[in-house]
Nanobody
Framework: VQLQASGGGLVQAGGSLRLSCVAS????????MGWFRQAPGKERELVAA????????YYADSVKGRFTISSDNAKDTVYLQMNRLKPDDTAVYYC?????????????????WGQGTQVTVSS
């Protein structure tokens, strides 16, 4: 499995960005997809994840109501729409996936990772 993330950039606080992650092959029916982030000096954290059917999602408390994860199976792409961005959202964002056989959305155990994309939010 190969994942290619894009869409990061520099934005002012209150602005929006949309991250995209293209997967090699049609994997969404058997993989849960997630977006993680890691800020300098901090541990990597799961920001959002979506189940293989798209019916279940997970959001970190810090992004609830501001970020939305979605997937387009026809394009083998998962998105992270980020609105009302804050300086604390500044980090390298990674997409990741994990093979799964149910509709559960795990918070760990992701096996495959894309390269990161930098998101910088200025105050």
């Amino acid at each position: 499995v190969q994942l290619q993330a894009s869409g990061g950039g520099l934005v002012q606080a209150g602005g929006s960005l949309r991250l995209s992650c293209v997967a090699s092959g049609s994997i969404f029916s058997t993989y849960v997809m997630g977006w993680f982030r890691q800020a300098p000096g901090k541990e990597r954290e799961l920001v959002a994840a979506i189940s293989r059917t798209g019916s279940s999602t997970y959001y970190a408390d810090s992004v609830k109501g501001r970020f939305t994860i979605s997937s387009d199976n026809a394009k083998d792409t998962v998105y992270l729409q980020m609105n009302r961005l804050k300086p604390d959202d500044t980090a390298v964002y990674y997409c990741a996936c994990r093979r799964i056989y149910n509709d559960y959305v795990p918070t760990g155990g992701y096996d495959y990772w894309g390269q990161g994309t930098q998101v910088t939010v200025s105050s």
